[in-house]
């Protein structure tokens, strides 16, 4: 399986601003910068974790990314539907109606096929929703945020020069 990249950066970007330390805003262009994405692409997937209620945004001088849950409450599927990694993922071209002349049986291989496929994308889901993010930290180090990402994006700009 191919892992999406958006689903990677928003898993880190849920992690990080977990870290963050006393949980205080991060702004979209640190994240970009510490995660070396483009801050723009990363706005988009920023805008949909917080559509989907994961994370908050405040636009001021102070303002930035902050979690809206607690990482014990966020899972991996919570991830993934923000995303709406899930939408259309079973959608047949129906080619089969193409090459065989058996209408009827064609449809009904391709709903065997469609109900396979849902049985185990529902199984993946439910596996998704076994792992929550506060799994993936120290408890320590969420509790009250260990790293402050504008000092580690400050750090990554001098190694670069």
Known sequence: ??????????????TMLALQEEHKPVKSHVLSQVLQVSDSYLKKILMKLAKAGLIRSSASKLGGYQLAKSVDEISLKDIFFALELHSDIIEFKHIAHHIYSDTRHVRDGEEKVKMTL???LSAFFDQLDTLKISELLHPEAYQGGAIDWNK???RLSEVKK
């Open 1 to 14: 399986m191919k892992l999406n990249k958006s689903f990677e950066q928003a898993t880190y970007v849920i």
């Open 118 to 120: 849902s049985k185990g």
């Open 152 to 154: 580690e994006a400050e």
